[in-house]
Structures are given as structure tokens and as C-alpha cells.
């Protein structure tokens, strides 16, 4: 049961409609900054955008940019989490995102929406891909971070595991650090999720932290 609950919170990651007109400032478009570091592109949803929560700091990018700073790692972390966007809103925006700063790690947290609405999970694969295909183009590219995410379970056993395997294959195939699945330790438990059972409290937000962390510092002491 606990790992039905797990997995059904990470497929219903975004029960928000996509309504980017009304997005608070977790949610829109990054800015660009006259801060010139190189960056840790936070590419994702409401759970990147930090839906729910009272500021955008409290939100685990704002998170990681505190351990940046304490590890003396000279980087500017970038939310450009949106809430209720798919892998084809992500893959539309990875050209802009990618020309107005100079990204050291692109995090990718992507795919709980098209788990959600049933989307093929071969697609999905394709535009995650699609993604990574047009970080490589940068000179020098991007190091690679992807987030793992779960899809419903009834959605029947096929898809779950057809879904799953989206992100082992693709890290795997692309040379990027995996977070096997970004709610690990959060997902289903109430005391660290809102009231909607789905998005991370600042509590939860303190683990998903961690669980990115564990994986980004491995892959920046390389």
C-alpha cells in the first residue's frame, strides 16, 4: 500500500491545471539576471516551481542554492519550474531557457503530468531526449541531471513499468545522474505534504532537497 500511495503522489505531481497566465512568481518565467555564475538549471513542475508554498524559497532549488553556497561551489541556481506543464511544454521552452544563461547542470524533473493523463510513455522518453539532445549543443554542455518520477498504478502494471523505465534507460543512455525518484521519503506521508496529498510542505521540500542534493554533489566533485 505504501508504495501504491508513493507512486500514485508522484503520478498526480501536478493535479493543477496548466494555467501559466496566472502563475505566481514560484512559477513564471525565470528572469535574467545581471548575475553572470554559471547555473544549475532547475527544469521542471510544480513540484521545482514550489506550488503551494508561501515563497518560492522555500522551494528545494532555493534549497540547493543554500548547499551550493556552503560547498563554495561558484553557481546561481534557476527555477524554471512551471506548475501543470508536460514534457512537451518542458521541451518547448529548453531552446530559450537554454540561450539566456550559461548552464554548468540542467536538472530535468519531468513527466508526472503525462503519467498522469496516460500519455505514451515512449513519447514522453522521446522528448525528454529531445531535451538532452539540445543541452548537448551547448559548448561546453551541460552536465546532466535527471529526476526520476512514478506513474499511477491504475493505470495497470504494463504502463507503471513501461513508465518507470523511462528514466534508468535515458540516464543510462545519456550519461546522466539519476535521482531514482524525486519523493523518496515524502511521498505519502502526510506530515510532509499539503493538504492535497500531493505537493511537498517546506518540510517536504527539505527532503526532496536532500534527495537532489545526494546526486547533484556527486556529479559536481566529478
Given at each position: 500500500m505504501a508504495v501504491l500511495v508513493a507512486?500514485?503522489?508522484?503520478?498526480?505531481?501536478d493535479r493543477t491545471p496548466?494555467?501559466?497566465?496566472?502563475a505566481g512568481p514560484a512559477e513564471a518565467e525565470p528572469a535574467v539576471s545581471g548575475d553572470r555564475r554559471p547555473v544549475v538549471l532547475f527544469l521542471g513542475t510544480s513540484l521545482t516551481a514550489g506550488y503551494g508554498l508561501p515563497t518560492p524559497d522555500?522551494?528545494?532549488?532555493?534549497?540547493?542554492?543554500?548547499?551550493?553556497?556552503?560547498?563554495?561551489?561558484n553557481l546561481r541556481v534557476v527555477?524554471?519550474?512551471?506548475?501543470?506543464?508536460?514534457?512537451a511544454?518542458?521541451?518547448?521552452?529548453?531552446?530559450?531557457?537554454?540561450e539566456q544563461e550559461r548552464v554548468a547542470v540542467l536538472v530535468v524533473e519531468t513527466g508526472a503530468n503525462d503519467g498522469l493523463r496516460g500519455q505514451d510513455?515512449?513519447?514522453?522518453?522521446?522528448?525528454?531526449?529531445?531535451?538532452?539532445?539540445?543541452?548537448?549543443?551547448?559548448?561546453?554542455?551541460p552536465k546532466l541531471v535527471l529526476a526520476g518520477m512514478e506513474a499511477l498504478p491504475n493505470l495497470g502494471r504494463v504502463y507503471v513499468r513501461r513508465f518507470r523505465e523511462i528514466y534508468p534507460a535515458l540516464?543510462?543512455?545519456?550519461g546522466a545522474a539519476l535521482v531514482p525518484f524525486l519523493l523518496t521519503d515524502v511521498a505519502?506521508?502526510?506530515s510532509l505534504n499539503q493538504g492535497d496529498g500531493i505537493h511537498p510542505t517546506a518540510a517536504g521540500q527539505r527532503v526532496v532537497a536532500e534527495n537532489v542534493w545526494r546526486v547533484l554533489e556527486r556529479v559536481l566533485s566529478r
Open positions: 507512486s500514485a503522489a508522484a503520478g498526480c505531481a496548466d494555467v501559466r497566465q496566472d522555500l522551494a528545494f532549488p532555493a534549497l540547493i542554492q543554500a548547499k551550493l553556497d556552503s560547498a563554495g561551489h527555477n524554471a519550474g512551471i506548475s501543470g506543464e508536460s514534457s511544454g518542458a521541451l518547448a521552452r529548453i531552446d530559450w531557457l537554454m510513455p515512449d513519447s514522453v522518453k522521446a522528448r525528454i531526449q529531445a531535451i538532452f539532445d539540445r543541452a548537448r549543443q551547448e559548448n561546453p554542455p540516464a543510462r543512455a545519456n505519502g506521508v502526510d
